[in-house]
T-cell receptor, first 116, second 114 residues
Framework: AQSVTQPDIHITVSEGASLELRCNYS??????LFWYVQSPGQGLQLLLK??????LVQGIKGFEAEFKRSQSSFNLRKPSVHWSDAAEYFC??????????????FGTGTRLTIIP | NAGVTQTPKFQVLKTGQSMTLQCAQD?????MYWYRQDPGMGLRLIYY???????DKGEVPNGYNVSRLNKREFSLRLESAAPSQTSVYFC?????????????FGPGTRLTVL
């Protein structure tokens, strides 16, 4: 069974600084990886996803993520954060079983606070 | 374009009461989902519907029932609410019939069971 770990519960970053949110997964085959963002009082919105190909994935709102198979990681990055990036970020891993059944597992989330 | 809408936004129930959470999407999506979000546990899938007329259990279905009323609407019913069902409930939809398709989420319903 697949699993995903987000080691940082809460991160605080100054506006304009760079950001990296960590995500580690456990899965025997090539995973399907996602980052979702949840702004306060809102539902989740897809930032980006990786299925195959180029391991550096560009997403919306200036975010990118890099798939590193050797480290079982899919970290989310942004070169310069804006106050509007304050939100909760969820990594998710998808898998397809031998029976063709798909499953999507979400991490526990990282809350991002931006300080002026 | 409303996307995914959920009603109500907030609800307080007493133990043993019943209620139905409503969800509707206007994107002509095939699949719809119900999740619950609890502190420190991420999102967990309760039920899903891959197409109109079908429903399947997710990770935590006990204590819940669902109805895919038509392609637009997918409701979640708590027949006898318990304090353990205090949570934030999210409905989502996707165009395709698989979990790996991009999911679009509603704003959530915050439910408290006393």
């Amino acid at each position: 069974a697949q699993s995903v770990t987000q080691p940082d519960i809460h991160i605080t970053v100054s506006e304009g600084a760079s950001l990296e949110l960590r995500c580690n997964y456990s899965y025997g085959a090539t995973p399907y990886l996602f980052w979702y963002v949840q702004s306060p009082g809102q539902g989740l919105q897809l930032l980006l996803k990786y299925f195959s190909g180029d391991t550096l994935v560009q997403g919306i709102k200036g975010f990118e993520a890099e798939f590193k198979r050797s480290q079982s990681s899919f970290n989310l990055r942004k070169p310069s954060v804006h106050w509007s990036d304050a939100a909760e970020y969820f990594c998710a891993v998808g898998a397809v079983s031998n029976f063709g059944n798909e499953k999507l597992t979400f991490g526990t989330g990282t809350r991002l606070t931006i300080i002026p | 374009n409303a996307g995914v809408t959920q009603t109500p936004k907030f609800q307080v129930l007493k133990t043993g009461q019943s209620m139905t959470l409503q969800c509707a999407q206007d994107m002509n999506h095939n699949s719809m989902y119900w999740y619950r979000q609890d502190p420190g546990m991420g999102l967990r899938l309760i039920y899903y519907s891959a197409s109109e007329g079908t429903t399947d259990k997710g990770e935590v279905p006990n204590g819940y029932n669902v109805s895919r009323l038509n392609k637009r609407e997918f409701s979640l019913r708590l027949e006898s609410a318990a304090p353990s069902q205090t949570s934030v409930y999210f409905c989502a939809s996707s165009e395709g019939q698989g979990f790996l398709d991009t999911q679009y989420f509603g704003p959530g319903t915050r439910l408290t069971v006393l």
